[in-house]
């Protein structure tokens, strides 16, 4: 089975008739779209050929953001007060439909509204479309949202740690408002100074010891301090060139700490989530920012890795299990919400965009 196209033949049908990607579809928590999981599913289908899902899913999104706009206009608004939001905030997932899902969920997360934009400028310069009338509203309204919003802690990319600031968000938020300032034009220009003291602030408080550091303030505990997710700092966010020294340093610790010697990749030391297996994404993520870096055989390597995590079916799970970190917490996941979440369609997306970027070799 060829893998590639097996991964879009996954995606496809896991879409909605409303453009919405399902997160996962037999895991119960994630039968929702999240707007994390749907951008880098958009994009990877982008890079597939596949545009009319990806321009499917950012109708989707659009409709979405409008839909729960006067939400955002009152985070907007009390963020201007500097008052606590209480329930007006934009949802991490939605419903298929685009509603609020009826059970509690860590919803306060920024990152996914950065990687939308981005995800979207992207696939606006690759199919040369326009944005529509409610598309031009639906970026602004999220950069503006993101704008006001920026500096809050809110929930991290792992819908944990929400006490604190996350390098990663923040440079998803910086992808975003730069991307918002190229799509809006001369409207834009204002999102880009801020994207600048986002980059700032980063450099300035996200540093520990040469690397980038899990969240600020920086953890006294070393099992919190580092994460694979940085890499999403250069790739694709950009706040930092792939091959910048703190990038460097940065995944040099990915790979001395979170990564199973030839093997996938942890998301931090203290992760508990199923007792902590090896993530199917940020292999194929860190194989993306070797890619970036010219180191192709490393690149590879987890290629394979990935590949050969696909069950008989060509599915590719969430995490796998045989190097956990915590395997005395894995019985506690499975009994609350069944085996591990499979298939995972943003494994499948990541998949795709490292086996494209190795075919552009
Ligand atoms: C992960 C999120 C992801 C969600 C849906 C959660 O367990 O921590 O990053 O967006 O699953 O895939």
């Given at each position: ?22 997160a996962s579809?037999?895991f119960?928590?994630y ?6 999981d ?242 199917v994404l ?34 590719l799970p969430e ?22 979440a499979k298939p995972l369609l943003w494994s499948h ?13």
């Amino acid at each position: 089975m060829d893998l590639f196209q097996h991964s879009v033949h996954v995606i496809t049908a896991h879409q909605a008739p409303t453009g919405a990607y399902v997160a996962s579809p037999h895991f119960p928590v994630y039968r929702y779209s999240w707007f994390r999981d749907g951008a880098f599913i958009a994009y990877a289908m982008d890079l597939a050929g596949q545009h009319g899902s990806a321009r499917s899913f950012h109708d989707w999104a659009i409709r979405t953001i409008l839909r729960h706009a006067r939400k955002a206009e009152r985070a907007i608004e009390k963020a201007a007060r500097s008052e606590p939001l209480g329930q007006d905030y934009l949802h991490t997932r939605y419903t298929l439909e685009g509603e609020e899902g009826p059970e509690g969920w860590p919803d306060f997360q920024l990152d996914g509204f950065g990687t939308w934009l981005w995800a979207l400028s992207e696939h606006v310069q690759r199919t040369g479309v326009s944005l529509t009338p409610d598309g031009q509203a639906a970026v602004a309204l999220a950069a503006r949202y993101l704008s006001a919003l920026w500096a809050r802690p809110c929930y991290d990319l792992w819908e944990e740690h929400p006490h604190y600031q996350h390098p990663y968000t923040l440079a998803a938020i910086y992808a975003g408002l730069r991307a918002a300032g190229t799509l809006l034009g001369a409207e834009g220009h204002a999102l880009i100074e801020v994207a600048e003291q986002v980059r700032r602030f980063v450099l300035t408080h996200g540093v520990q010891e040469g690397r980038l550091v899990k969240y600020i303030p920086p953890a006294p505990d070393p099992a919190y301090r580092i994460d694979a997710s940085l890499v999403g700092v250069a790739t694709p966010y950009r706040l930092l060139p792939p091959e910048d020294p703190l990038m460097r340093a940065t995944v040099a610790s990915i790979e001395r700490e979170l990564r199973c010697p030839g093997g996938g990749v942890h998301r931090y030391r203290a992760d508990t989530y199923y007792g902590g297996g090896e993530w199917v994404l940020l292999a194929a993520w860190l194989g993306w920012y070797y890619m970036e870096v010219a180191e192709i055989q490393r690149a590879r390597e987890l290629l394979d890795w990935v590949e050969a995590q696909a069950d008989a079916e060509g599915h590719l799970p969430e995490q796998v299990s045989g190097h956990l970190l915590a395997p005395e917490r894995y019985g506690e996941w499975e009994a609350r919400w069944g085996p591990v979440a499979k298939p995972l369609l943003w494994s499948h997306a990541k998949y795709l965009i490292l086996r494209c970027a190795l075919q552009s070799t």
